[in-house]
């Protein structure tokens, strides 16, 4: 690993560093929604809620369960039984919310250096995904059918998703420290230059 490599990171690396800030992201939207179902009369504590400990079917399983559920049965061609919903919920879930964080970590890094505001678009993003796949597969209702305050609850939580993905991101990247610095698009002609002029003239034949 070169000296630039140590102070910059690798692919790889922004890769692990947003899975960690994806984990960071989902965990704060999580608690987010839980206090917000704690308001409107919850009786659930937390482990039991995050962990969908309570579900007995597929029929009251939320979308991330179903989503998984389609993919695991269209892969392998095997039905799961209603008794794998909670795992499945939970997998789905954190999968795709540690998914979403590395491709941020590895869009971000790409940069001169993260920044916590990205992580506003990039929620907004990962929000604006789910109401285009998820009614498709018929797991939401298309999106104008839902009224604002349900639309803009949800995307506020998704946009305390992005905000704490990308501020860990910033927290844990090489880059925050040491910035990428862009390359100039004259330095390769002006090294090539140089080189060139510092050579010696060869003598011109007679």
Do not use: C
Request: aromatic share 10%; hydrophobic share 40%; glycine share 8%.
């Amino acid at each position: 690993m070169t000296t630039q490599q140590r102070r910059t990171g690798t692919p790889l690396g922004a890769v692990g560093r947003g899975l960690v800030a994806g984990a960071l992201g989902t965990l704060a939207m999580d608690v987010v929604l839980y206090a917000r179902y704690r308001r409107g009369g919850g009786k659930r504590d937390f482990p039991t809620w995050e962990f969908s400990a309570d579900i007995s079917s597929w029929d009251e399983a939320p979308a991330p369960a179903q989503v998984g559920r389609r993919l695991f049965e269209g892969l392998f061609q095997k039905k799961l039984p209603p008794e794998r919903a909670t795992l499945v919920s939970n997998i789905t879930h954190w999968a795709y919310g540690l998914l979403n964080g590395a491709l941020y970590g590895i869009t971000a890094e790409s940069l001169s250096q993260p920044r916590i505001w990205y992580g506003l678009p990039f929620g907004a993003g990962v929000w604006a995904v789910d109401y285009a796949i998820l009614p498709a597969a018929m797991l939401y209702k298309p999106i104008w059918e839902y009224d604002r305050k349900t639309l803009a609850s949800d995307l506020s939580a998704h946009l305390v998703y992005g905000t704490v993905t990308a501020a860990a991101l910033r927290v844990l990247s090489p880059l925050t420290r040491h910035p990428r610095v862009p390359r100039s698009p004259s330095a390769v002609p002006t090294t090539v230059a140089r080189y060139a002029s510092s050579r010696p003239i060869p003598a011109t034949r007679r």
